[in-house]
């Protein structure tokens, strides 16, 4: 039925099977709708290299998807490094639970748009959890350096995760 509803726009077979409730069980049209996330699941994992189209979380939009991390994870006392080119979608939240004791340091960026990996980790604390640095910037169409980064997460250990808002640079290579 999902393949079919893909199929054939013209009698809102699509408009049916995406309004039921993907986890309604046992509904036939659920169980489609199901199917349908599932694949787009599938798509985006092959897009961004995820391991598992399970570890996709799906939302509405970016900004979203930046909210639940960024409010899900942190918590008065710990701290976040972050770079001087990221998108108010970033920036606000992160303004927001600075004043609720979240610890904020901004790493500057050059004229250019070029964040120094050396700067960033310099900026790593004790009580560091995250790192958020967009991949390509909708401004100045930098690209941060994701590896160095990536790097830096890994090299301080489990305790520290990265975050990578990138809706502008999802489909270039991870």
Not at 89 to 115: H, K
Not at 119 to 136: E, G, Q
Not at 138 to 151: C, E, F, Q, R, S
């Amino acid at each position: 039925m999902a393949e079919a509803a893909r199929d054939d726009r013209s009698d809102g077979a699509v408009q049916r099977v995406h309004r039921r409730k993907p986890r309604s069980l046992g509904h036939r049209l659920s169980i489609d709708a199901a199917r349908v996330v599932y694949e787009a699941r599938e798509c985006a994992a092959e897009v961004l290299g995820a391991p598992d189209p399970l570890s996709v979380v799906l939302t509405k939009n970016a900004t979203e998807a930046i909210n639940c991390v960024l409010y899900g994870l942190l918590k008065p006392g710990d701290h976040v490094v972050t770079s001087g080119m990221e998108h108010n979608s970033v920036m606000r939240p992160l303004r927001f639970l600075e004043r609720e004791g979240v610890e904020l340091s901004i790493v500057p960026c050059s004229p250019a748009g070029v964040l120094d990996p050396d700067d960033a980790m310099a900026a790593v604390r004790r009580n560091t959890k995250l790192i958020v640095a967009t991949h390509a910037s909708n401004v100045m169409g930098a690209l941060l350096p994701l590896d160095a980064l990536a790097g830096i997460a890994r090299q301080q250990g489990s305790f520290l995760s990265w975050m990578l808002p990138r809706p502008q640079a999802a489909s270039l290579s991870t």
